[in-house]
């Protein structure tokens, strides 16, 4: 059973930046795929970033080169670097894992197993 634990959100002024972690444990298979979901109120859930064992990454449109996902193995921590953050950041941000997802955000989601969230405030 893999678990999964988020940390290190906060609030910031636009133009500031966080780092998220995720401490994962469980099935290192079940973990093939590691990844970021958003979801603000009343919006749709969204993929912000995944990265799969080869250390193949994708990103959602709206990052723009701002955030950063990486993984380190020794510890089983999954991170998410924000910079340049604006208010349309703000949102609960997911860490999810998940079998092979071959690049997709669809699979990732779909059948991956979420943590319990990290909310990301951003502040004018």
């Known amino acids: 059973q893999v678990k999964l634990l988020e940390s290190g959100g906060g609030s910031v002024q636009a133009g500031g930046s966080l780092r998220l972690s995720c401490q994962a444990s469980?099935?290192?298979?079940?973990?093939?795929?590691m990844g970021w979901f958003r979801q603000a109120p009343g919006k749709e859930r969204e993929g912000v970033a995944l990265?799969?064992?080869?250390?193949?990454?994708a990103y959602g449109d709206f990052v723009q080169a701002r955030f950063s996902i990486s993984q380190d193995y020794a510890k089983n921590t999954l991170y998410l670097k924000m910079d340049n953050l604006e208010r349309e950041d703000t949102a609960t941000y997911f860490c999810?894992?998940?079998?092979?997802?071959?690049?997709?955000?669809?699979?990732?989601?779909?059948?991956?197993?979420w943590g319990q969230g990290a909310q990301v405030t951003v502040s004018s």
């Open positions: 999810v894992a998940s079998g092979p997802c071959g690049g997709s955000f669809a699979i990732l989601g779909d059948e991956g197993v």
């Open positions: 469980g099935d290192t298979y079940r973990r093939s795929c």
């Open positions: 990265i799969d064992r080869g250390g193949n990454a």
